[in-house]
């Protein structure tokens, strides 16, 4: 009978809670620390596929406390007759846990007939490892891991943090250090090895990860992703509010015909009931374009909204129209802006407060913003001419129904010959001349409107809807667009979403279905 009786991911989650018990939430907050709960655990471990190898070699950084190597040390035995794991742990009070754990595993597995050695290196794992994202004569050659399994710790680093400059060809801007784990996680794998990660979705689309997905998909294949509904449930201990996906990649070439499973669930507690689906690789990840967006279709509702809306023909640029971010940051224009005009040389200043779905509401009662900026010589460079825009926030609020937040700005609307936009502001304008209002008012119409907000959640589990990713977007022809302006104007914006489907020729079929997932029928 063996000695060893409790599984080693319940010794795991044990030392977890008795150390969060005396961290502070802060403390770990601030080092990016957000352990794993033990059925995402066992989930994550029952995804990793243990190949039928007599020797296993698994990979951790960032272990905490090890669940995610102890709930794969669980399913060895009868599989492998031996293990090595190494991990990475750089806190010392962690590094002692992850010593515990897997020296209980250790025993554990010695009790089912399992052969098990392993390391915990107390050094940072993204130093010790960043050659191998640009192995040259001098790498020293690596023997890869079959499993490279982490929930990566989150945060920014400084660009000037030697991390961020060990990895500075495959980050934009001032990383988060997850990212630069999961790349060089899979440059570690083995020829069919795999990677098992727990992540914000914030690295599936945009520009500020585009470098990143480059190097990630030029070393591993999508097969399996899970994608928890719910912004907190994931992590309800740690209180995170992100949309966290779990990426199973294999270390190989995509070949054609190749397909993802997708599964779903709200949180943890309905994990167990996770909805299923299979999808061609191309339609979550086209590898051959330069963006390498990942969409997330959990339905056929979604395969639906995207086939329809990648199907329209044109973009802002070729529609002749650019998108821009609002230039007036207040903390560095600030001698400019003003709670009340002082004469006669004050304009609007909208912010994101002005912006609600189809009207611009200035000035509004009840915000402590500063609703006037001087026009004067030295502030033209923060205006605009007052002409007709469409303007969207650059973030919506959690609680908003749509991804987008878009209002027409016709030229008359306002007072004055310049207006301000705030930074948090994005606004749309036609390169040659100015938009006409039914252009403005469709094109506004567009962006609120559900198929829009559908693409957009489909791609993008963030509130923010970033330039690059308005630029990427499909759109109908100037006709259309003029089309649902029209139609807008003489409807209202009441029922915006049947206006913009009629205007738009929408199929009947998917209309209803669309309405029926509004009303949580599907």
Known sequence: ????????????????????????????????????????ARFMAELARIPSVPYLRILEPGPGTAVLTASICERLPGRVGSVHIDTHEIHPRLADLTERTLSYAHEWLSDRGVVCTFSVHREDFIIENASYLTPSLFTTPRQGY????????????????????????????????????????????????????????????????????????SQVVPEAIHLFGSRMDAFRKDEVLQENIILRAVRKSATHGSTVTITTSAGIRDLDDRRTRVVPLVDVVDLSSRELGVHIPINDLDDRILSFVRSWPETLHTLGLKVSTGPV???????????????????????????????????????????????????????????????????????????????????????????????????????????????????????????????????????????????????????????????????GVKSLDRVVAEALNVPGSLMQDVERSADGDT
């Open 146 to 217: 079959d499993i490279a399994i982490a929930n990566p710790p989150y945060f920014k680093l400084l660009k000037d943090d030697p991390r961020a400059r060990a990895a500075a060809h495959i980050v934009h801007g001032q990383p988060n250090i997850y990212a630069i784990f999961m790349a060089i996680m899979a440059s570690l794998l083995r020829d069919g090895g795999e990677l098992v990660t727990i992540t914000p979705r914030s690295f599936t689309t945009g520009d500020y990860f585009r470098r990143f997905r480059a190097v990630l998909f």
């Open 329 to 491: 940051v207040a903390f560095r224009a600030s001698d400019f802006i003003h709670d009340a005009p002082n004469g006669n040389h004050e304009v609007p200043l909208l912010w994101l407060q002005h912006i609600k779905q189809m009207d611009v509401r200035w000035p509004i009662e009840g915000t402590n913003k500063r609703q006037y900026i001087a026009d004067s010589p030295e502030s033209q460079y923060l205006l605009l001419p007052n002409t007709t825009y469409v303007v969207m926030r650059r973030f919506s609020a959690k609680e908003e129904l749509r991804r987008i937040v878009a209002a027409p700005l016709v030229g008359t609307q306002l007072p004055g010959r310049m207006i301000g936009l705030e930074n948090h502001l994005n606004y749309i304008q036609r390169m040659d001349t100015a938009m006409s209002d039914d252009e403005a008012l469709g094109l506004a119409g567009l962006l609120n409107s559900v198929f829009i907000d559908r693409y957009f959640r489909i791609s993008n589990g963030n509130t923010q809807v970033s330039a690059v990713e308005l630029r990427q977007l499909p759109l109908p022809s100037s006709q259309a667009i003029l089309k649902v302006g029209a139609a807008l104007r003489i409807h």
């Open 1 to 40: 009978m063996p000695g060893t009786t409790e599984d080693p991911s319940s010794l795991a989650w044990r030392l977890f809670t008795d150390y969060c018990s005396t961290a502070p939430m802060e403390e770990r907050r601030d080092l990016g620390q957000f352990f794993t709960p033990r059925e995402v």
